[in-house]
C-alpha cells in the first residue's frame, strides 16, 4: 500500500489557476498509474486525469486543455496544474495510486466561485 497526501486546494475566481499536489509515502516510480478524481456535492466521482509510469496522461473531455497531469519520481509527488478554472470544476480532488489496488489520498477542497 501506499499512503497519498493532497494539498493545493483553495478558492479561486473563475479564470484562475491552482496547482494540486500528490505526495506518496514512497518511491512512485513502481506505480502504473497515478492519478486525479473529483466529485462535486450530489455528484458522482469522476475521473479528471491519469498518469501512467511512462508517462502517457488521459483527460476527461471537459478539462483537456485546460488541466494538466505530471509526475516527479524524484519527489514522489504527482501534479495537477489546472487553469482557466470553471465554477463548475468546484469539486473534492482526490489522488489515486495504483499499488497492490487502488489507493486514494483524502482529498483537497477546490472551489471556484467570483
Known amino acids: 500500500q501506499v499512503q497519498l497526501v493532497e494539498s493545493g486546494g483553495d478558492l479561486v475566481q473563475p479564470g484562475g489557476s491552482l496547482r494540486l499536489s500528490c505526495a506518496a509515502s514512497?518511491?512512485?516510480?513502481?506505480?502504473?498509474?497515478m492519478g486525479w478524481y473529483r466529485q462535486a456535492p450530489g455528484k458522482q466521482r469522476e475521473p479528471v486525469a491519469t498518469i501512467s509510469s511512462g508517462g502517457s496522461t488521459w483527460y476527461l473531455g471537459s478539462v483537456k486543455g485546460r488541466f494538466t497531469i505530471s509526475r516527479d519520481n524524484a519527489k514522489n509527488t504527482v501534479y495537477l496544474q489546472m487553469n482557466t478554472l470553471k465554477p463548475e470544476d468546484t469539486a473534492v480532488y482526490l489522488c489515486f495510486a495504483d499499488k497492490y489496488g487502488r489507493n486514494w489520498g483524502q482529498g483537497t477542497q477546490v472551489t471556484v466561485s467570483s
Open positions: 514512497g518511491s512512485i516510480v513502481s506505480i502504473s498509474v
